[in-house]
Each structure stands twice: as C-alpha cells, then as structure tokens.
C-alpha cells in the first residue's frame, strides 16, 4: 500500500497538538502538590464541562466508533447494543453509585471493597480490574492501527507505539489533568470529523438509497428464543459490566462534589449516544454500496474486513482533500 504522505503529515501535525495540550495542561497545575491526588483525581477539581467532556471521552474511543459501524454494516442497528447499553450503565452508575462514592472520598473503584472485605480481596478484585482496563485499551489502539493501516498505508506496530507513547508522555507529565484536557480536543475532533464524514459518504457515487425499503440497515428481529436470550445476555452485559470500571469512577471521583459527578455520569450517558449517531449512518451507508465496483474491489465479507467498515468509508467514500480523516483516525 502506497503511504499517504499528505495525512501523514495530518496526523503528526494533529498528534503535536495534542501533545502540546497536554503539556500545557500539566503546566497550568505546576504549583500544585504531586500527590495521588493530584495526579490520580486532578486534585479532584475536575469542573462540569471538562468533566462531561472527558467521561464521554472515555467511553468514545477508536474501538466504540469503529465497533458501531462494524456492527451496524454486518448486522443492523438491532444488534448495535454498545451504544444503548454503556448509555444506560453511564446512567445507573450515576443515579446508584457516583455522588456516594465521590462523598466518601475513595481514590479508587476498589476502595469500598477493600474497606469491606480486606485487603487479600482487595488484591484479587484488583486482577479483573486490570485485565478489562488493558484489553479495553488494546480495542483502542487495534481500532487506531488498522484505520491507519488502511487509510494512510501505515503498519499496525507503528501506529500503536507511537499513539500509545504520546498518550504515555502527557498521561506522565500531568496526570488525570493532562488526559482529560486532551480528552475535550479529542472529543470535538472526532465529533466534528465524523459528522463532516457522512454527508459526503451518503451522497457518494457508491452510496444507495437508506431507505427501508431499499436497504435494511435495522436488521432482522430475533426469531428464536436462543436469539432473543442471546440478545438479552449482551445486553446486561454491557449494563451491568460497564458501571464497574476504574477509569469511570475515576473520573466520578476527580469532581468537585458528589452532585456534579452524578450531573456528569448522566450527561455522559445522553453524549455516548449522541456521539454513536454518525458512526451508526457510516455503518448504514456502507450496507447500500456494492463494494466490488469500488475502487477497493472485493466484497467486505467475504475479504473478511468487516471491522474495517468506518476506514473503508472514508477512505472510498470520502473526497481524498476531505479534512476530516485525520481528526477522526488520530481520535
């Protein structure tokens, strides 16, 4: 695959910014105290609109956006669950959970556990804890990898190491402060540059008609009670497994009072879905185009490229000038 210099440059010219925001972030906070704190919580400064921002942020990442679309191209909006489901455990999570654990003052998820059952327990519970946190972010960063494998002719390894050693230095310097800063820019972009994305993917020579009629981007009501049980086993799932999870409560505990933290775990919940919009009508598009008499040639099944469903969009859908693609990849 040829490398797509001009994004490329794009990207680096975007990963600079975002870096640079992050180092601004940790710079503003220089007078502060460096303890677990300030570099876990902010300080637990954290305000409403940075805090909405980032909590959003949090769940929208590469392997949401990506994943949605996959989903809905492959089996219709009915099975596209991540969306509804996270939006709903947001909601829970802040109704149940956010302003008793922010008054409490815990520094992490797993503090009332290890308040009540011990310490031993408290390190086991650490270890689920951690798996899910580090195969979430490896989702993230396949997501990212393979978008610029397609659409800038990069590797996979060289995608991942450097958008991960960015994420590491500002992460590093500054703290929760530094990440959520980045999380607001990131946010905007990746909001902004899918939305720019789909007029252009819908009015495509390629493109089809999103009509019901034409192309049935719902997908097909389960028809079995194994289907229907299947369908409700992801469900909660997704509900009840995305409350307990440290980089929410992370972000519950940096607020400045337990009020704000349930106002932003509800406010987040309504931007995930939100946010989903575009990636859902990526995925719908990309249902009504015969994708043998593009200029990528093959069928997306049956090449078994079905997670490369959003990339594939822009990079065949889309004007090759379109603004919007580095935003989206480097998000």
């Not at 990339?311 to 090759?320: A, M, R």
Request: net charge neutral; proline share 4%; glycine share 10%.
């Amino acid at each position: 695959m040829v490398l797509n210099v001009a994004g490329l440059v794009a990207i680096l010219v975007f990963y600079c910014f975002i870096l640079g925001v992050g180092i601004y972030a940790a710079w503003k906070r220089r007078a502060q105290k460096h303890s677990s704190d300030e570099i876990i919580l902010a300080g637990r400064t954290i305000g409403t609109f940075v805090g909405l921002m980032t909590m959003t942020a949090t769940w929208v990442g590469g392997g949401y956006i990506n994943g949605t679309a996959e989903v809905t191209y492959t089996r219709g909006l009915l099975y596209c669950q991540a969306p509804f489901g996270y939006a709903i455990s947001l909601a829970l999570g802040g109704i149940f959970f956010a302003k008793k654990m922010r008054d409490c003052e815990y520094k992490t998820m797993l503090d009332p556990l290890q308040e009540c059952y011990g310490q031993r327990w408290g390190c086991m519970l650490y270890l689920p804890a951690l798996a899910g946190e580090a195969l979430w972010s490896a989702s993230i960063l396949a997501a990212l990898g393979s978008t610029l494998a397609v659409i800038l002719g990069l590797t996979d390894a060289i995608s991942v190491i450097v958008s991960a050693a960015i994420a590491v230095l500002y992460t590093m310097m500054g703290g929760l402060y530094s990440v959520a800063y980045t999380d607001v820019v990131q946010l905007f972009c990746i909001g902004i540059g899918l939305w720019l994305a789909v007029p252009f993917a819908m009015h495509s020579e390629y493109s089809g008609s999103l009509s019901l009629n034409n192309t049935n981007w719902l997908g097909e009501v389960p028809q079995n009670p194994y289907e229907w049980s299947t369908w409700w086993d992801y469900a909660f799932l997704l509900i009840c497994g995305g409350i307990p999870w440290q980089v929410y409560f992370q972000r519950v505990l940096s607020s400045k009072t337990g009020k704000q933290a349930q106002i932003l775990s509800i406010g987040a919940s309504v931007g995930c879905l939100v946010m989903a919009v575009p990636a859902v009508l990526i995925g719908a598009v990309a249902r009504t185009v015969e994708w043998e008499e593009t200029p990528f040639n093959k069928s997306i099944v049956e090449s078994g490229k079905e997670k490369l469903v959003l990339p594939l969009v822009l990079q065949y859908l889309t004007p090759s000038v379109c603004p919007d693609r580095g935003y989206v990849i480097a998000v």
